[in-house]
């Protein structure tokens, strides 16, 4: 499975910024139960902050991002998206997606659990 995000950058408080991850390797048959949205900032852990399974539940937020951001995926599932509005200079950080194939997204990402892309820096100015 490989992943690759795009779409950060500098932006300024109150801005919006897509972000985007393409999947591959991973199709109907590999499993995948749960995939997300991590952030890391500066000397801190990895947090979960946004999160989508197959079963059909809604996704779920971190309290930090609830009611700004949004995930989303396309229907063949290729791709997930994280929708960043009215960010704040504490969203500043590097974005990870990540898939795992069993279970949910651990809420502090451990790179020997699951699948991750690379990440992408946002940076929010105020």
């Known amino acids: 499975v490989q992943l690759v995000e795009s779409g950060g950058g500098l932006v300024q408080a109150g801005d919006s910024l897509r972000l985007s991850c393409k999947g591959s390797?991973?199709?109907?048959?590999?499993?995948?139960?749960?995939m997300g949205w991590y952030r890391q900032a500066p000397g801190k852990q990895r947090e979960l902050i946004a999160e989508m399974t197959n079963g059909g539940r809604s996704p779920s937020y971190s309290d930090s991002v609830k009611g700004r951001f949004s995930i989303s995926r396309d229907s063949d599932g290729s791709s997930i998206y994280l929708q960043m509005n009215s960010v704040k200079p504490e969203d500043t950080g590097v974005y990870f997606c990540s898939v795992i194939a069993g279970g949910h997204l651990p809420p502090i990402g451990d790179p020997g659990r699951g699948y991750w892309g690379q990440g992408t820096q946002v940076t929010v100015s105020s």
């Open positions: 390797g991973h199709g109907p048959g590999f499993g995948i139960t749960a």
